[in-house]
C-alpha cells in the first residue's frame, strides 16, 4: 500500500519561501513520476509542478515557473516542492501525487499573509 505525507505548509508572509516535503512508503518509489497539485478555498484542484523518475525533466504550470522548484530524493522516497517568492494567491492546500495507480496524499496548507 503506498502512503504519501506531505508536510512544511505553514503561515508565511508575501515574499517568503517554504520547503514542502511528501514522504512516501510503499515499493519502487523511484520508478513512478510525482508531482505536486494544489486547492484553494472555492477553487478546483491545479497542477503545480511535476517531475520525472529520474529527477532530470520537470513541469510547472505558468503560476509558479520562476519561483517553485520541484525535485526528489530518490534515496529517501521524498519528492519536494521549494517555494520562493510567494504571493497570496498561492496560498492553498498543497497535495502530493502519483499520477501512476492515482496516489495522493492528505495535503498541507500553505497561507501566503499579504
Known amino acids: 500500500q503506498v502512503q504519501l505525507i506531505e508536510s512544511g505548509g505553514e503561515l508565511v508572509q508575501t515574499g517568503g519561501s517554504l520547503r514542502l516535503s511528501c514522504a512516501a512508503s510503499?515499493?519502487?518509489?523511484?520508478?513512478?513520476?510525482m508531482g505536486w497539485f494544489r486547492q484553494a478555498p472555492a477553487k478546483e484542484r491545479e497542477f503545480v509542478a511535476a517531475i520525472s523518475w529520474s529527477g532530470q525533466t520537470n513541469y510547472y504550470s505558468d503560476s509558479v515557473k520562476g519561483r517553485f522548484t520541484i525535485s526528489r530524493d530518490n534515496a529517501k522516497n521524498t519528492v519536494y516542492l521549494q517555494m520562493n517568492s510567494l504571493k497570496p494567491e498561492d496560498t492553498a492546500v498543497y497535495y502530493c501525487?502519483?499520477?501512476?495507480?492515482?496516489?495522493w496524499g492528505q495535503g498541507t496548507q500553505v497561507t501566503v499573509s499579504s
Open positions: 510503499g515499493p519502487g518509489f523511484g520508478s513512478f513520476a
Open positions: 501525487h502519483r499520477p501512476t495507480a492515482g496516489y
